[in-house]
């Protein structure tokens, strides 16, 4: 708790710009050299950053600040408990092909912070996606109800209270994936592993009949048309659900993510506190990567709260389905869906650009024109937090640079070493108990050295950086699964599965 409410005054103490994200980075790294045994704010009095009336003040707002949290926490507990009102699908539409095209535009920026490895952490699970129409109401307002229930549903009633039972029974069970797919058994993923299906197979008629329940007249005739689609759909008292549903020779499947119904903390999903330091810029953009279900949206989810909890922004989101809701805290939350509220990523991106944005949360870096995009919103004075489906920090650099012509990257790699800030790869690794799962991180914050290397196209250097940058909070994968399999959270084994380097671990090179 006292390190979780160090980060916080510290936050605080940049957002009032009282301290720099500088000045906080040299204090966090002596208190790291002390072995946390010295109060960042004692720190920052000593080093001559704040005045000790100065910090006074920053002490009150951080009370007040926690104050604040505890209402919200109760009063999201009292929400939970109330009867909720009736099933409400989200709009969602079939995928279309995305367009390329737009290289970037060359700016500037700079600035970097500080995370740290995993600890010991409880059993995380993998948060996926909604969809409504969520334009977020100012604080203290009521949500108007007819928007929620915009939607009006085709398809049998019988058929879709027996996918509700399903998803009830996939709640129920801990379920992180439900797959229902013709022709075979019903079956759940949990703690990452496929299970056997249970029950006889699914009738083709019968799968396509519950699949179609849950779509609109407008989606049916766009999953027609494509052969697929996602969406995200709410079961009142259940949850949320993101999902696609496609055609195969068989018949028609859908593969169910179930979603938190309410923003998660750093706390709920094992993370360290330390990584609240990422939401600490106000311009330059931080990157959440992995494999598919390692929690990255979860993880992004967060760090969004953070932001919406603790500072006064404009917050805006651009999701493929819309995932978590994020209600207005202390700032103004708008969350746009493709093809429900704009055609693409990019053309949403185009816009934001005139929409007075502080913060731009990107759901996934898909192509080039979106990465483009994002480029330049970082360079002019946003924070832009986004996803990218890579296995590591320094792959995360190599594919920004990739995806671009070969005569443009010599200009990205001056753009990205100016606007990026930070990356963080995860895992989600299971458990030695068996209960669950837990997230090992590679950590890399941008510094002048890193950011020298990414300009000169030396990124391979930057694994030696990660190696020795523990004062400033990195953290290589392989030293976060050793951290784990040491506090016997992992099996030497769980850890030798996701070793970028497996001699380290007893091992062969792959």
Not at 73 to 89: D, F, H, I, K, Y
Not at 171 to 200: K, T
Not at 296 to 307: E, G, P, R, W
């Amino acid at each position: 708790m006292a390190e979780s409410n160090d980060a916080l005054l510290g936050r605080i103490a940049v957002h009032t710009k009282m301290l720099s994200a500088e000045q906080l980075n040299q204090a966090t790294e002596i208190q790291g050299r002390s072995g946390g045994s010295h109060r960042l704010g004692d720190i920052f009095v000593e080093k001559g950053f704040i005045t000790p009336a100065q910090l006074q003040k920053l002490l009150v707002a951080q009370k007040q600040v926690i104050a604040r949290q505890a209402t919200q926490r109760v009063a999201q507990t009292l929400a939970a408990v109330s009867p909720g009102p009736e099933p409400c699908p989200s709009a969602a539409t079939a995928s279309a092909p995305r367009p390329r095209s737009a290289p970037p535009r060359p700016a500037p920026s700079a600035a970097a912070a500080k995370p740290s490895a995993p600890a010991t952490a409880p059993a995380v699970t993998r948060h996926p996606a909604p969809a409504t129409k969520p334009t977020t109401p100012a604080p203290g307002a009521k949500a108007a109800p007819a928007a929620r229930h915009a939607l009006v549903l085709g398809g049998d009633p019988q058929a879709r209270e027996e996918l509700h039972e399903i998803l009830r029974n996939a709640v129920a069970a801990g379920a992180s994936d439900l797959h229902v797919h013709a022709g075979a058994p019903l079956r759940q993923r949990r703690n990452g592993v496929l299970e056997e299906g249970s029950g006889p197979p699914l009738e083709p008629a019968k799968a396509d009949a519950m699949l179609r329940s849950i779509l609109s007249a407008e989606q049916t005739a766009a999953f027609d048309a494509e052969g697929q689609g996602d969406l995200a759909y709410t079961l009142a008292g259940v949850g949320r659900f993101r999902a696609n549903l496609y055609k195969q020779q068989r018949g028609t499947d859908g593969v169910f993510r179930i979603v938190p119904d309410h923003p998660p903390s750093l706390d709920e999903l094992g993370l360290p506190n330390t990584l609240a330091r990422l939401t600490n810029y106000h311009q330059g953009m931080v990157l959440v990567t992995g494999p598919s279900g390692c929690g990255k949206s979860s993880t992004m989810a967060a760090f969004l709260n953070l932001v919406n909890e603790e500072r006064t922004d404009h917050i805006l989101t651009i999701e493929d389905p819309i995932e978590v809701i994020h209600p207005a805290k202390s700032c103004q939350v708008n969350q746009r869906q493709v093809r429900t509220h704009t055609g693409s990523f990019a053309r949403a991106l185009r816009a934001a650009l005139r929409e007075d944005p502080d913060v731009i949360a990107i759901g996934e870096l898909r192509d080039l024109e979106t990465i483009s995009l994002a480029l330049t919103a970082a360079e002019t004075g946003h924070f832009v937090l986004g996803t990218l489906h890579t296995s590591s920090t320094i792959r995360t650099i190599d594919r920004l640079i990739g995806v671009f012509p070969p005569d443009q990257q010599t200009q990205v790699r001056t753009m990205l070493s100016e606007s990026l800030r930070a990356v963080v790869s995860q895992r989600l690794v299971v458990r030695a108990d068996g209960a669950g799962r837990v997230p090992a991180l590679e950590v890399l914050i941008v510094n002048k050295a890193i950011s020298n290397l990414i300009r000169e196209n030396k990124s391979f250097q930057i694994r030696s950086i990660l190696q020795t940058g523990a004062a400033q909070r990195m953290c290589l994968l392989d030293s976060s699964l050793e951290a784990l399999v040491k506090q016997g959270v992992i099996t030497r084994e769980e850890a030798l599965r996701h070793a970028e380097e497996p001699k380290r671990f007893g091992g062969k090179e792959r």
